[in-house]
C-alpha cells in the first residue's frame, strides 16, 4: 500500500472587511447631538460626538474623520467660520462637511456652500436626509492618493 501526501485544499481567502466611515458630529445640543449620532450608528457609521468646537476642532486635526456634520450656532467659534479655517489646512481641506441648523435664511446656506459645504440640512432634522446626504457627501469626496 502506498501512502499518498496530497496538500490541504487551500482555503479560500476572506477579504478584510471594510473599514467603517469615521464621521464626527459638532453639534452643542446633547440630545440633538446623540440623536444624529445613534442614527450614523445604526447605519454602519462609526461616530464621535461633540458638543463645542474646540473640543470638536482639536480632534478634527488629531484624527481626521471622512466627514463632519457641523452645526452653525456654536459656543466659541461659529460653525462656518470653522468650516472657512478647515479649507485653510492641508488635514481639513477637503473633509466633506455637512452642515446643520435652524437658521431659515437663505443666506446662511449661500454662506455654507461658498464655504465648501458638501451638505445643507434644516432643523428639525429628518432622519431619512440626514442619511442621504451623508451618503451622497461621502461618495463625493475626493480618493484617498
Known sequence: ?????????????TPAPARKPLIYVLEDNQVMCSLICLHLQQCG????????????????VEQPPDL??????LPYLDGLDLLRAMRT???????????????????AELEAK????????????????????VRKALLSRPAAG
Open 1 to 13: 500500500m502506498t501512502a499518498t501526501l496530497t496538500a490541504p485544499a487551500p482555503s479560500p481567502v
Open 89 to 107: 489646512d492641508e488635514r481639513t481641506r477637503d473633509m466633506p462637511v455637512v452642515i446643520l441648523t435652524s437658521r431659515t435664511d437663505t443666506e
Open 68 to 73: 463632519l456634520v457641523l452645526d452653525i450656532m
Open 45 to 60: 457609521y462609526e461616530v464621535r460626538g461633540f458638543e463645542d468646537a474646540v473640543e470638536g476642532g482639536k480632534a478634527l
Open 114 to 133: 461658498a464655504a465648501g459645504a458638501a451638505g445643507y440640512l434644516n432643523k428639525p432634522l429628518q432622519r431619512q436626509v440626514l442619511l442621504d446626504t
